[in-house]
């Protein structure tokens, strides 16, 4: 089945039948990268994901539950705290913030090459001939993908930074706290705290502080902050189970040190 074949299939499902699949298809995602790179996987995983999930912000989908179509990215980038919460289950708060600036790192440097990309001068229609016609729109779509608005980037990337590091602060003082048990309080607890960070801190910077025209305080509150919270904490509720099943078994690189010790 053709690419093409599978988005038009796709698109004749329910949007929360799709949403289902992607929420499945991360978390099978990390845990694979996870059983077979160890803490590698999963930093891998958290660079694929700021990036994909700073693309797919670009399209807004309508689900049942909302009034007004929703941007997607939600899932995707939810799913960069299953990981970051595993790293510092299993590896220690230092590696868990490695991951957040390996996907900050990741996402700069994706930007910065794809400006570089555009920055070669587009071919006209008489350059092309028939046989290359196929490229003549790809400058203005990569343009719409990957020439991200400054105050989109900033708020994006504040946000990033200052709820990644709270969720593996407060992580950290839950473990503290319960040792190893309650895995389940340590999860959800920091998630759904840092993901109203994150929500809190894009929303002001990018529709009030940085915006041309600022919104009004209800839709900032009730749209573009509390909007989408309740899927983040769907998310971490669904991915508790994955990060309890990922505990269980030691990872290779962990494995190779138990084996060496």
């Known amino acids: 089945?053709?690419?093409?074949?599978?988005?038009?299939?796709?698109?004749?499902?329910?949007?929360?039948?799709?949403?289902?699949?992607?929420i499945g298809g991360c978390f099978a995602g990390l845990l694979l990268l996870y059983r077979q790179f160890g803490a590698a996987g999963l930093y891998v995983f958290i660079a694929v994901a700021v990036i994909g999930a700073n693309?797919?912000?670009?399209?807004?989908?309508?689900f049942g539950l909302?009034?007004?179509?929703?941007?997607?990215?939600?899932?995707?980038f939810g799913s960069t705290y299953l990981a970051t919460d595993l790293l510092?289950?299993?590896y220690g708060p230092a590696a868990a913030r490695r991951g957040v600036f390996l996907g900050f790192a990741a996402f700069l440097l994706w930007t910065?090459?794809?400006?570089?990309?555009?920055?070669?001068?587009?071919l006209s229609p008489a350059e092309t001939g028939a046989e290359m016609a196929w490229a003549l729109p790809a400058h203005g779509h990569m343009a719409a993908l990957f020439l991200p608005a400054?105050?989109?980037?900033?708020?994006?990337?504040?946000?990033?930074?200052?709820?990644?590091?709270?969720?593996?602060?407060?992580y950290q003082r839950l473990r503290r706290a319960t040792g190893s048990r309650w895995l389940w309080l340590r999860?959800?607890?920091?998630t759904w705290a840092s993901g109203l960070i994150d929500n809190a801190v894009f929303s002001v910077l990018a529709w009030v502080v940085l915006?041309?025209?600022p919104i009004g305080w209800q839709p900032l509150v009730f749209t573009y902050i509390l909007g989408t919270y309740g899927l983040r904490v769907a998310v971490a509720l669904l991915d508790t189970p994955v990060l309890y099943l990922a505990r269980r078994r030691r990872p290779p690189d962990l494995a190779f040190a138990h084996a060496v010790g």
Do not use: C
């Open 187 to 190: 999860n959800n607890g920091s």
């Open 150 to 170: 400054p105050a989109l980037l900033v708020a994006g990337m504040t946000a990033y930074f200052t709820s990644q590091l709270f969720d593996i602060w407060v």
């Open 66 to 76: 909302y009034s007004h179509p929703v941007a997607l990215g939600t899932v995707l």
């Open 88 to 90: 510092a289950e299993v």
């Open 112 to 122: 910065v090459l794809m400006v570089v990309a555009l920055g070669f001068r587009p």
């Open 1 to 22: 089945m053709s690419p093409e074949a599978v988005v038009a299939w796709l698109n004749g499902l329910p949007p929360e039948a799709v949403l289902v699949g992607q």
């Open 211 to 213: 915006a041309a025209e």
């Open 55 to 62: 693309v797919e912000v670009l399209k807004a989908v309508q």
